[in-house]
């Protein structure tokens, strides 16, 4: 791997957006209502009648996305088909609350994540910066369900997880506060009201600085009630991979492009600084020297835990990158940008049927034939490249 190719260009990367597309264009709506979410690498199907949240809403923000970029018609008529579905069958009426699983139209998990309603939030934002109105609305609706079910104003945080009658429960994490942040600094971009940009800027301060004054400075994925951190949550469990244990090489990263983000729109002094470290231990600690790639989490002294390699710590990484070389003007981040692309489009794009691969091993070896599959619909990846057509005037 050499870079001979130039990702930084618009040209690489609009085509790296229509690529992903056209694995999905084809077959991607259920005329029944929603989107499948479930495809092999080839494109079949498996599971059509399994829908989930997250991936509900991450094809709204795809298609949203490549309204804005390409003018499509259908693109707009994907958004407003996927907002149906997820008022519709998602959404109970009676509690507000969205369902997290439903199969073959029917509830099967009916649990109440605030990381879901962040997703519902990021969805209505891309929708209404289209020119969807109603979707206006429906973010305050979801802030204010937030608020009401989630937010605990004593830590000024985000609980994570509440049953069907919203019972909360005692798990505390990072994640779903990270996507709040994304999801109300989206809600900021559509709407311009500052109530969504002053919550995204409380929650990027509590979990990049203070949360993480007991962790070495790395933001940890899991806490207690008092929002110390537990480090023996999922410890002994490889499969949980909506909670994996350890310091998730990803996350660091993902935050790290959300304050620079943060930056464009109210700059603080801290930020910058922020982001530099945390990027810069993600890549001391993540990187496979031996394989190439960034692995899954490692412990707080950068003891490797998991060497697995997720198709969306490289494409958060590639996008904070570029944000961080922008920002700076220090070459060595386009170094890493140019590093994580070439990994990455050897090993996770898919040259034949489009889009990316899931999941593979140290050595790089894919586990399976299924490309998209628990909330997998490529919005790290297309999300990844809008962002640094940002900053990126390199035709």
């Known amino acids: ?15 790296q957006i229509s690529n992903t597309l056209a694995f999905y264009d084809p077959r991607v709506v259920d005329e ?36 804005k970029q390409y003018g499509k018609t259908e693109y707009r008529d994907r958004v407003e088909h996927g907002l149906n579905y997820l008022r519709t069958v998602h959404r109970n009426p009676e509690t507000g609350g969205y369902a997290w699983r439903i199969n073959d139209g029917e509830v099967v998990d009916d649990t109440n994540h605030c990381y879901g309603l962040a997703f519902v939030m990021l969805a209505c934002a891309c929708a209404l910066e289209i020119g969807v109105v109603q979707a206006r609305e429906w973010i305050y609706e979801t802030h204010e ?14 609980a994570c ?10 798990y505390r994490g990072q994640n779903d506060n990270m996507h709040a942040c ?27 600085l203070r949360q993480s004054q007991d962790t070495e400075g790395q933001i940890l994925e899991h806490y207690k009630l008092d929002w110390t951190p537990d480090q023996d949550y999922s410890r002994d469990s490889k499969i949980n991979h909506m909670r994996p244990w350890g310091v998730q090489t990803g996350h660091q990263t993902e935050w790290a492009k959300l304050l620079l983000i943060l930056d464009r729109h109210l700059p603080e ?27 899954h989490n490692y412990d707080l002294q950068g003891k490797p835990n998991d060497f697995d390699k997720y ?8 996008a904070a990158a570029a944000l961080l070389a922008d920002r700076t003007g220090d070459e060595s981040y386009w170094d890493w940008y140019d590093r994580i692309w070439d990994y990455s489009f050897y090993y996770f794009v898919d040259h034949v049927y489009g889009a990316w691969y899931r999941i593979l091993t140290r050595e ?14 490529d919005y790290h990846t297309m999300g990844a490249c809008y962002e640094v057509l940002n900053v990126t005037t390199v035709k």
């Not at 369900?145 to 985000?158: D, Q």
Request: hydrophobic content about 40%; overall charge neutral.
């Open 182 to 208: 994304e999801a109300m600094i989206a809600a900021y971009e559509a709407t311009r009201d500052m109530l969504f940009l002053d919550r995204a800027c409380v929650l990027a301060k509590h979990m990049t």
């Open 311 to 318: 198709f969306w710590v490289q494409a958060e990484s590639i």
């Open 364 to 377: 790089n070896i894919r586990y399976d034939d299924r490309k998209t599959y628990n909330n997998k619909a």
């Open 32 to 67: 029944s209502g929603g989107f499948y979410q479930c495809y092999m690498n080839n494109g079949d199907l498996f599971n059509p009648r399994l829908k989930t949240l997250v991936a509900s809403c991450r094809f709204v923000f795809n298609y949203a996305k490549a309204y």
């Open 269 to 295: 002094e801290w930020r910058l600084g922020r982001a530099r470290e945390l990027f810069d231990r993600a890549m001391q600690y993540g990187w496979d020297q031996d394989f190439g790639g960034l692995i």
């Open 145 to 158: 369900l937030m608020e009401k079910r989630f937010w605990i104003s004593e830590y000024e945080l985000y």
């Open 161 to 170: 997880e509440a049953d069907a009658e919203w019972n909360l429960s005692a």
């Open 1 to 15: 791997m050499n870079y001979p190719i130039n990702y930084r260009s618009r040209d690489f990367l609009l085509r």
